[in-house]
């Protein structure tokens, strides 16, 4: 089926088999292999993408659902080698260790930002990641490093939308 | 995933041809229960008739002492609207509660009462609020609508449109959340009118269901202590390896206490 697709700022039209994940597409398709599956069972949140600046489970919605729409993966956070506030601060603040869950919580971190702003809290920053699962960390860096990915989004002035520098 | 169909009709009256055109169909809307049923191969349609770009079915307005919620509306649209916080918070409550972020973003009100999980949250809410489903046939009142596990007054076809509830005076919804699947193990949604008070409760049994006992006490003193220690009948209610009847029969007492001094 005939599907438009935005995807980090690319325009483009392709023909997409109805049963295709959206995370199949961005994985097997287009080779963006930074958006990760975990679980398959909309749990645990590492296939986490922006579309239309809202964050949502790649692995629960359909290629041909998102026609008309723009996506934000991972890969289209950081401008060239200057990495989007939110992925500065994760590194800043140790909010990974492995890495599998971290594009999942970047892209939901980026959307708590949009919900309530740059002056989030804590607890409303944990409240908000129930959809994304960590394994090794204990949340306890990855809810700093959001808050600190927050006050840099603040102070930069950059989009909680997902645009970036090729939007 | 099996191979199937996908239909994106712009009208009511499309997705019910593109719904007709042979084989077994589903309408999709945020997808969040059938696409998972469709990966575990529990629903094999050939057809997909997908919703979200039928005209008309999103919104929230107010209307007398009804506030309606369009069929495509998302909990996360719910969670925020100012309408509904101003008219039955205890709806904005109940929707910050459904799923998580990410499900919310996707997950809608028709969806939820099409498919009628007898752990989902909206089930309770129509109860107590004396909802009244609006479909593009017709129309049910809330009682006649739901009728147990995955089972509703919905003939084959048929789409929901639009939910009106009614306005309480005051209203709460308490919810003992599974922490995994974050369904309730038992939810109570408590209302309260100028002409008695209404539970819903979600969860608990094989189906939504009212408890009227508890309505009678609450019409009379509405307060956590007029319903103190008020039994529910485990018979009715279901085991799993999550909860036992028993435990399920307690725990809705609980809620409805801990709804009743929320509302």
Same mark, same amino acid.
């Given at each position: 089926?005939?599907?438009?697709?935005?995807?980090?700022?690319?325009?483009?039209?392709?023909?997409?088999?109805?049963?295709?994940?959206?995370?199949?597409?961005?994985?097997?398709?287009?080779?963006?292999?930074?958006?990760?599956?975990?679980?398959?069972?909309?749990?645990?949140?590492?296939?986490?993408?922006?579309?239309?600046?809202?964050?949502?489970?790649?692995?629960?919605?359909?290629?041909?659902?998102?026609?008309?729409?723009?996506?934000?993966?991972?890969?289209?956070?950081?401008?060239?080698?200057?990495?989007?506030?939110?992925?500065?601060?994760?590194?800043?603040?140790?909010?990974?260790?492995?890495?599998?869950?971290?594009?999942?919580?970047?892209?939901?971190?980026?959307?708590?930002?949009?919900?309530?702003?740059?002056?989030?809290?804590?607890?409303?920053?944990?409240?908000?990641?129930?959809?994304?699962?960590?394994?090794?960390?204990?949340?306890?860096?990855?809810?700093?490093?959001?808050?600190?990915?927050?006050?840099?989004?603040?102070?930069?002035?950059?989009?909680?939308?997902?645009?970036?520098?090729?939007? | 995933? #099996?191979?199937?169909?996908?239909?994106?009709?712009?009208?009511?009256?499309?997705? $019910?041809?593109?719904?007709?055109?042979?084989?077994?169909?589903?309408?999709?809307?945020?997808?969040?229960?059938?696409?998972?049923?469709?990966?575990?191969?529990?629903?094999?349609?050939?057809?997909? /008739?997908?919703?979200?770009?039928?005209?008309?079915?999103?919104?929230?307005?107010?209307?007398?002492?009804?506030?309606?919620?369009?069929?495509?509306?998302?909990?996360?649209?719910?969670?925020?609207?100012?309408? /509904? $916080?101003?008219?039955?918070?205890?709806?904005?409550?109940?929707?910050?509660?459904?799923?998580?972020?990410?499900?919310?973003?996707?997950?809608?009100?028709?969806?939820?009462?099409?498919?009628?999980?007898?752990?989902?949250?909206?089930?309770?809410?129509?109860?107590?609020?004396?909802?009244?489903?609006?479909?593009?046939?017709?129309?049910?009142?809330?009682?006649?609508?739901?009728?147990?596990?995955?089972?509703?007054?919905?003939?084959?076809?048929?789409?929901?449109?639009?939910?009106?509830? #009614?306005?309480?005076?005051?209203?709460?919804?308490?919810?003992?959340?599974?922490?995994?699947?974050?369904?309730?193990?038992?939810?109570?949604?408590?209302?309260?009118?100028?002409?008695? /008070?209404?539970?819903?409760?979600?969860?608990?049994?094989?189906?939504?269901?009212?408890?009227?006992?508890?309505?009678?006490?609450?019409?009379?003193?509405?307060?956590?202590?007029?319903?103190?220690?008020?039994?529910?009948?485990?018979?009715?209610?279901?085991?799993?390896?999550?909860?036992?009847?028993?435990?399920?029969?307690?725990?809705?007492?609980?809620?409805?206490?801990?709804?009743?001094?929320?509302?």
């Amino acid at each position: 089926m005939q599907t438009r697709l935005t995807i980090n700022g690319n325009a483009q039209t392709r023909e997409v088999a109805p049963a295709t994940l959206l995370v199949e597409l961005l994985r097997d398709e287009l080779a963006l292999t930074g958006t990760h599956i975990g679980c398959d069972t909309s749990q645990c949140g590492a296939c986490n993408v922006l579309i239309d600046g809202q964050s949502v489970k790649s692995c629960t919605i359909l290629a041909v659902q998102v026609d008309g729409k723009a996506i934000t993966t991972i890969e289209g956070l950081a401008d060239g080698d200057t990495l989007h506030p939110m992925q500065a601060a994760f590194k800043e603040a140790h909010g990974l260790q492995c890495g599998f869950c971290t594009p999942g919580m970047v892209i939901a971190g980026i959307e708590i930002v949009r919900r309530h702003g740059p002056d989030v809290d804590a607890a409303t920053i944990a409240h908000d990641l129930e959809g994304n699962l960590c394994r090794c960390t204990g949340y306890m860096n990855i809810i700093k490093a959001i808050q600190a990915g927050a006050r840099a989004m603040g102070q930069t002035g950059a989009s909680a939308m997902g645009e970036t520098a090729h939007a | 995933m #099996r191979d199937f169909e996908y239909a994106r009709p712009a009208s009511l009256a499309d997705a $019910a041809s593109a719904f007709s055109g042979g084989g077994e169909a589903a309408f999709i809307a945020g997808g969040h229960t059938l696409l998972p049923a469709i990966k575990s191969r529990l629903r094999m349609p050939d057809t997909l /008739v997908d919703l979200a770009g039928v005209a008309g079915l999103t919104g929230i307005s107010s209307d007398g002492d009804r506030l309606w919620i369009g069929a495509m509306t998302t909990h996360a649209t719910v969670a925020v609207d100012a309408t /509904v $916080a101003a008219k039955i918070p205890g709806l904005t409550g109940m929707a910050k509660l459904i799923g998580d972020p990410q499900v919310r973003n996707r997950g809608t009100l028709g969806g939820v009462i099409a498919n009628n999980d007898p752990a989902a949250d909206y089930p309770a809410a129509l109860l107590a609020l004396d909802a009244i489903v609006d479909t593009d046939r017709g129309s049910y009142a809330a009682d006649d609508y739901f009728q147990g596990m995955f089972a509703t007054a919905l003939a084959d076809g048929e789409i929901v449109t639009r939910v009106g509830f #009614r306005v309480p005076l005051a209203s709460a919804y308490a919810k003992f959340r599974h922490p995994a699947s974050r369904y309730a193990v038992v939810g109570v949604y408590v209302a309260r009118f100028a002409d008695g /008070v209404r539970v819903g409760v979600t969860g608990a049994g094989p189906g939504a269901f009212r408890w009227p006992e508890a309505e009678a006490a609450l019409a009379t003193d509405f307060s956590a202590a007029a319903v103190a220690g008020l039994p529910l009948d485990p018979a009715d209610l279901n085991t799993d390896i999550h909860a036992g009847a028993e435990y399920r029969a307690h725990l809705a007492g609980v809620m409805l206490a801990d709804a009743v001094k929320a509302a």
